[in-house]
């Protein structure tokens, strides 16, 4: 047990926060919003995993997926199959049949490279798959079709007025203004209609770098395509195009959107939805601005790449590994309100808090065939911890405290199912 939980049977007194209740700046809680967590009614067994005798627990009623996420998600799928029928005919008068299957197979590559770092982002607490698909669909196929249909009435809106040249208004101004409206879109029906998964910058970041990929993957096939159909050197421009795109800037979509989740997170953090309606047009504008300095650069190009977007990409990755330490940290503090509450031992807190307690229980549990099972105890942890958070923070209380009496009575039958 460590020096600042409370001991065990005893509660901090309700309104006030005990010691490090607020970990790390990801899961600031103000004293008037502090709760003890729900009392077990009885002292733990102190049995841990490896040895036999925890008592069966009751099976507990699985959370439903909200009416909200779920129509989201059936709206998202029905606007992708509708803007299939505009971006396919599209790319395929740009490139060809030859061109859009070599455009799809080398844009397959980058988009890996993404989709990996959201995983390895997404690890501690995963978002549904549902959302997930739901977001590279909309990058993919949803904003590319907003992207098509608002550029033509942007263009006769602003073009005049920025008094520049086509081209350079088309490249600097046109298209990270509507690309990252037409993206951020996606963001903002996620955080309005997913609220629960959509409850934190990491949950942001996660959603941004996949509706990004999706749609870097779409305009990929497209470049790559017509790199093929248009060249009487098709090799040699492809193997360019995929350099500049594929290899040297695979992130740059990511990192655009991904400012906006960014602060669209830290808003819903904060669970005042007045706070959050700012966030959105207050995160659009740094995502426009790193966009169209991208698309600025001209003759300096390497020393540019070098001198800012390199910084710019480094700066990225490390809001992302801050981003996981506070995730753990908060993931820990929360789980010991819960054992001083009775609910863990302070060797299962260690555990599932860890990245090295979580290595040494997945090896543990996989060596009795049991990986599933623990994979399924330490998600169900985890969001416990960001439930609770949830509550503290004041947001929808009751529904929070009613998800978290199932959390906490899943916990126990899937600690019960490990230790059969």
Same mark, same amino acid.
């Given at each position: *047990? ?5 001991? #065990? ?34 002292? #733990? ?15 507990? @009623? ?6 909200? +996420? ?6 998202? !799928? ?14 395929? &008068? ?33 978002? #549904? ?7 590279? $669909? ?14 033509? /009435?942007?263009?006769?809106?602003? +073009?005049?007025?920025? !008094? ?11 298209? @990270? ?5 037409? =993206?951020?879109? !996606? ?14 910058? %990491? ?5 941004? /770098? ?37 290899? *040297? ?24 939805? $007045? ?13 426009? %601005? %790193? ?16 001198? %800012?977007?390199? @910084? ?49 229980? =997945? ?22 911890? /960001? ?22 009575? &899943? ?10």
């Amino acid at each position: *047990m460590t020096s600042f939980d409370p001991p #065990p049977g005893r509660q901090a007194p309700p309104g006030q926060s005990p010691q490090q209740a607020n970990p790390s700046w990801l899961g600031q809680v103000q004293p008037e919003y502090y709760r003890p967590a729900p009392g077990l009614g009885q002292t #733990p067994s102190a049995t841990t995993f490896g040895q036999p005798g925890l008592p069966p627990a009751s099976t507990a @009623p699985r959370a439903r997926a909200s009416a909200g +996420g779920a129509a989201l998600v059936l709206g998202g !799928g029905v606007l992708a199959f509708v803007s299939l029928f505009l971006v396919l005919p599209y790319l395929l &008068e740009n490139t060809g049949p030859g061109g859009f299957v070599v455009g799809f197979i080398a844009s397959l590559l980058p988009l890996g490279s993404v989709l990996l770092a959201v995983r390895y982002i997404d690890r501690w607490e995963p978002e #549904p798959k549902r959302l997930l698909f739901f977001a590279f $669909g909309w990058g993919a196929l949803v904003s590319v079709s907003v992207t098509m249909l608002l550029q033509p /009435f942007f263009s006769l809106a602003a +073009g005049p007025a920025s !008094g520049l040249d086509y081209t350079t208004f088309a490249v600097t101004i046109q298209a @990270p203004v509507v690309e990252e409206f037409a =993206k951020s879109l !996606g963001l903002l029906l996620l955080l309005v209609f997913a609220r629960k998964q959509f409850d934190g910058p %990491v949950d942001g970041v996660v959603f941004a /770098f996949t509706i990004a990929g999706g749609f870097a993957f779409t305009e990929n096939i497209l470049y790559f395509g017509r790199a093929i159909a248009e060249s009487s050197t098709p090799g040699v421009d492809l193997a360019v195009v995929f350099f500049l795109r594929g290899v *040297m800037s695979p992130f740059a979509h990511a990192i655009f959107t991904g400012t906006t989740g960014l602060i669209l997170g830290l808003a819903a953090r904060r669970g005042h939805s $007045g706070l959050t309606l700012l966030a959105f047009p207050a995160g659009l504008v740094p995502a426009m %601005v %790193v966009h169209s300095g991208w698309n600025s650069m001209g003759q300096d190009f390497l020393a540019q790449y070098i001198l %800012v977007q390199v @910084p710019i990409f480094l700066l990225a990755v490390l809001v992302v590994v801050l981003l996981r330490v506070a995730e753990r940290r908060l993931t820990r503090q929360r789980l010991q309100e819960y054992a001083a509450a009775g609910w863990f031992t302070g060797q299962e807190v260690a555990m599932l808090a860890t990245p090295a307690g979580r290595s040494a229980a =997945k090896r543990w549990a996989r060596s009795i065939g049991r990986a599933s099972d623990m994979k399924a105890f330490l998600h169900a942890a985890t969001r416990l911890a /960001f439930t609770r958070q949830r509550i503290l923070s004041g947001r929808d209380v009751a529904a929070n405290q009613l998800d978290e009496r199932h959390q906490l009575d &899943e916990v126990r039958a899937l600690r019960a199912a490990l230790l059969r």
